[in-house]
């Protein structure tokens, strides 16, 4: 059924079609219309699950670890700062192997106290061992926490989908809801192994010594590895079934069949915009092929270089930063291409730190510096006000 | 148990945890602290002169066993009916949620609870046989000497029960008005007490055709024959002025005495405000005079609330001084203006004329109700009391000396021995009779049984744990405010129980205050918060991160695991109620 959601709700939508049994999470801008529409359904009993208060984010990651623990599909949802508490959590419930899917709006880290897009935040939590799988509009965003959730189930580990802050939280857009039925067909009950039972008392999580911590985390990267496969598998069943699909890398050609001679690496809601500045740069006779980077954690190296490897410019535009390096998404993908004997040339922007708006306007300037005779760095700033 | 290897990965299970069951790791040895279940007395146990088991009532009726908890209350007083209607509830002053928002509303609770076994008419189990009982003669079946007869008939005794009225009920029946206590939910009530076979004997009055050669034959003797002698007015022409007490005797007994027109009622205690408001229902025009201010009055806040309510006007510092009958008929009253002395002893004021001008009105008739003396016929040593020695909080005893020396023992309660006279008091009265009476007649040294039948430190005792009930396991700390946990509780408003309209009010005899609809019971039992009583709330067992609290949901009992507990106490700090202790592991 076509549906006007916000974008918060269409998280709350999802999560009501995945049948989700645990819900704990704490309130926090722009992420607060998610749970509180979850908190609704509860309580009306539309949607026949706990709702566990807490009094912290450090508190909702934990209470969810637990529910999943004892085999209950288990959702949170936050943002910057309360997902920055999460953090000691966050190691907990992968290294449990937990197939938590959380929802994470992406929003700046304080201070200055900010509460608009960046990515800083999610991006922060990088090696906590959960795969992180970034949104364009409001319709991936619904879709997302379903596939996130098949996906996690499949390979044990946690999913955090990422969301812009308002750009996606808080707009309002079409969106096809799909029915219960179909959602059921697609992601059946979670069927867990290792789960608690009080009448077959085992020990969770205790010590690891060298002699086999190693061995657990090589278990946790195998597991990230089979991610890779098992996302698109997932994604392509997700595409049969309804009839959209994203992959974890995308590439969106000026022109079908033709290569451009510079590729514009995007995340998150920016893709958007990138496509709407595409259109104009062709009309203005400047090509540029759009590439949508999805899926972050699990990296898809092999599929970066594919895509990426024959051009002869990649711009990356990160709307975050690494104090002391420069884009993170830049960061990793110039590691991906630097296996590669002939290498395009990567300019690293940066730009709409804190919600400072990236406008088709931004895209054609950047472009216009990356074609131009812009000199090479490690960082490129855009819209600085110097 | 053999410790696994792993020699790959392939064997390594996919997070870090243990091949196999871990019961064999009996956790429970390393607690130094150990957790316990422990019942303690709530608050208004210790308030409730019977010492009724509130705190369990509540979870019995939160659980809707309206049957059981009723029965509870009755172990410890055969009166709920009665007390849920006109008991001035120092259970409910004591109640620790008043420091909270506001306390339970216990005692409409206790109504609704006899009302509901009223109503289905349910019938107390037979008293149980008991051997080695005696013959107890208990003299005034008011409050105390029903109360008296009912638990001696229950400890299996014989028991004559003697009223100088033809009904029993004493004040309950002859002195409190209707519309505060219907005839017909005291008969009920009183009804089940000499169901158990208590003999009663009207129309026997000690002095007239009761004597004491008769009563020696018993083996002990309860007095309880109230206060009925009005007192004197001390005022010039008193014998124009009307008892009260003998008005409301009159009005109960279906008499419709001929007053009317305004008159004054003298006195502020709750016989003052029976009278006055019977007046007003009559048809007369009432007014009260006191000597004292408002807030002096001894009388219950809500009888003189519910008077004021209904227009009664109250004229204060105003003492009786002449009655004066007019030649038209009718009275002038000359009453003296007084003054308050700041000095302030026993909780009263002293008064002293103010040396401003007398008052003057002019009235058709002059009630008193400033108090009675002990009633025709009780002993001189009774009525000095000089000659009593004490035997419990509301029991004495005539002292065995001269011509008691050769009687059986005479116990003595109720209004004639008791500070604040009240029914719950006078119950209490009856209640450590019968315990003492029993357990003399069955050679025991009541004196030494006191200290562990008594509820709290200041509380009335209980048959209960008398008769070795589950109250005799309960740890005598009285639970505080500050004990409890009261994150877990939330602000709710106490519910009043409704009461009839001002204009019926103001017409006719019917009962002012209704009966609460079970769902609002319910509702306003909800707020109790149990103190120092495991009502199931699961706390502990949700807490308890060893899964260490077995429940046995049918029995609704919970026990610690101590092979697994560590002693960790989340337990006992999460119990909203006080229910558990911590205590330091025996070594």
Redesign the interface.
């Known amino acids: 059924m076509r549906r006007v959601l916000e974008g918060s709700h269409a998280v709350s939508h999802a999560v009501e079609l995945a049948r989700v049994k645990v819900i704990s999470a704490y309130p926090i801008t722009p992420q607060t219309h998610i749970v509180e529409r979850l908190a609704e359904l509860v309580a009306d009993g539309v949607l026949d699950a706990r709702f566990i208060r807490v009094e912290s984010e450090h508190s909702a990651m934990a209470a969810v670890i637990g529910a999943a623990s004892a085999g209950a599909r288990s959702f949170t949802a936050s943002s910057s700062h309360g997902l920055a508490l999460m953090h000691e959590m966050l190691h907990w419930a992968a290294?449990?192997?937990l197939p938590i899917v959380m929802a994470e709006v992406n929003r700046a880290m304080g201070p200055g106290w900010n509460i608009w897009a960046d990515q800083t935040d999610s991006l922060s939590q990088r090696d906590t061992g959960w795969m992180q799988l970034y949104c364009e509009d409001v319709q991936e965003v619904l879709d997302t926490i379903l596939i996130a959730y098949k996906l996690a189930e499949r390979v044990?580990l946690p999913a955090m989908v990422v969301l812009d802050a308002f750009f996606l939280s808080h707009t309002y857009e079409p969106v096809e809801v799909p029915d219960q039925d179909e959602v059921d067909a697609f992601l059946p009950a979670w069927e867990p192994t290792?789960i608690l039972d009080?009448s077959?008392?085992?020990?969770?999580?205790?010590?690891?010594s060298p002699e086999?911590y190693m061995?657990?985390r090589?278990?946790i990267q195998q597991?990230m590895e089979e991610a890779l496969r098992a996302h698109d598998e997932i994604d392509a069943e997700f595409g049969q079934r309804f009839g959209r699909s994203y992959g974890a890398v995308r590439r969106i050609p000026c022109r079908e069949g033709e290569r451009a001679p510079l590729a514009l690496v995007t995340t998150g809601s920016v893709t958007g915009t990138a496509r709407v500045a595409q259109a104009t740069l062709r009309e203005k006779g400047t090509d540029v092929d759009v590439v949508k980077l999805k899926l972050f954690r699990p990296f898809p190296h092999e599929e970066v270089r594919r895509v990426l490897g024959p051009y002869e410019r990649v711009v990356v535009l990160d709307r975050n930063i690494s104090f002391g390096s420069g884009g993170i998404f830049a960061g990793e993908i110039r590691a991906a291409l630097a296996g590669l004997d002939r290498r395009p040339r990567v300019y690293p922007f940066v730009a709409g730190l804190g919600g400072r708006d990236i406008t088709p306007q931004t895209i054609e300037s950047i472009v216009a510096r990356a074609l131009g005779d812009e000199p090479p760095a490690d960082i490129l700033w855009e819209g600085l006000k110097l | 148990m053999s410790p696994v290897t792993f020699r790959s990965v392939r064997d390594l299970p996919p997070m870090s945890r243990s091949a196999d069951t871990m019961l064999w790791n009996r956790t429970g040895s390393w607690r130094f602290l150990r957790p316990r279940y422990q019942d303690k007395v709530a608050p208004c146990a210790e308030g409730c002169p019977a010492a009724e088991d509130i705190a369990r009532v509540q979870i019995l009726l939160g659980q809707g066993d309206f049957e059981a908890a009723w029965l509870r209350i009755r172990e410890e007083n055969p009166l709920p009916g009665v007390c849920g209607r006109v008991c001035y509830h120092p259970c409910e002053e004591a109640c620790n949620r008043g420091e909270y928002d506001d306390p339970v509303t216990v005692n409409s609770l206790e109504r609704f609870l006899a009302d509901h076994a009223w109503k289905l008419g349910l019938t107390p189990p037979p008293p149980e046989p008991a051997a080695g009982g005696g013959r107890v003669a208990v003299v005034g079946a008011g409050p105390a000497g029903l109360a008296a007869a009912h638990f001696l008939r229950r400890l299996g005794h014989e028991v004559d029960l003697f009223d100088a009225r033809d009904e029993p009920g004493g004040l309950l029946r002859y002195g409190i008005p209707e519309y505060r206590l219907p005839m017909d939910a005291l008969a009920w009530e009183v009804g089940l007490i000499l169901n158990d076979g208590v003999r009663f004997h009207g129309n026997r009055r000690l002095g007239g055709d009761l004597t004491w050669d008769e009563l020696s034959g018993y083996d002990a003797v309860f007095l309880a024959a109230g206060t009925w002698k009005p007192a004197p007015l001390g005022a010039e022409g008193e014998e124009h002025a009307r008892d009260g007490l003998a008005l409301l005797e009159a009005i109960r007994r279906g008499e419709t005495p001929e007053v009317s027109g305004k008159v004054a009622v003298i006195g502020g205690g709750n016989t003052a405000m029976d009278v006055a408001r019977s007046l007003l229902r009559l048809g007369a025009e009432p007014v009260v005079y006191y000597r004292r201010r408002l807030q002096d009055m001894p009388a219950l806040p809500e009888e003189i609330h519910e008077a004021r309510e209904e227009g009664i006007p109250f004229q204060t510092l105003l003492a009786p001084k002449r009655i004066e009958p007019l030649p038209q008929g009718g009275f002038r009253l000359v009453l003296t203006t007084m003054e308050i002395l700041e000095e302030d002893e026993g909780g009263r004021p002293r008064v002293v004329p103010s040396g401003h001008p007398d008052v003057e009105v002019e009235v058709d008739a002059v009630v008193t109700a400033i108090g009675a003396g002990p009633s025709e016929g009780v002993p001189a040593e009774v009525a000095g009391g000089g000659g009593l020695v004490s035997e419990g909080l509301h029991l004495k005893r005539i002292a065995p000396e001269g011509e008691w020396a050769d009687r059986p023992p005479v116990f003595v309660g109720g209004d004639l021995v008791n500070d604040r006279k009240a029914v719950v008091t006078a119950i209490a009265s009856g209640k450590e009779a019968a315990l003492v009476i029993d357990a003399r007649l069955r050679g025991r040294d009541a004196a030494s049984i006191w200290p562990s039948i008594r509820v709290g430190r200041r509380g009335g005792v209980s048959m209960n744990r008398y008769l070795g009930g589950d109250r005799a396991a309960q740890q005598d700390h009285v639970v505080r405010y500050d004990e409890l946990n009261t994150i877990y509780f939330r602000f709710q408003e106490r519910r009043e129980r409704p009461r009839i309209t001002l204009e019926e009010r103001r017409t006719g005899f019917d009962e002012v205050k209704m009966r609460i609809s079970a769902s609002l019971a319910l509702k306003e039992s909800e707020r109790c918060f149990h103190c120092g009583q495991c009502d199931q709330c699961d706390n502990c067992y949700l807490f308890c991160p060893d899964v260490s609290v077995l429940r046995d949901l049918r029995a609704g009992t919970r026990e610690i695991n101590y092979d697994y507990c560590k002693g960790c106490g989340v337990c006992v700090v999460e119990c909203p109620r006080n229910a558990m202790v911590l205590e330091e592991e025996p070594r």
């Not at chain 1, 077959?200 to 690891?208: E, G, H, I, S, V």
């Open positions: 290294g449990a192997r044990s290792e009080p077959d008392p085992r020990a969770f999580n205790q010590l690891a086999y061995e657990f090589y278990k597991a």
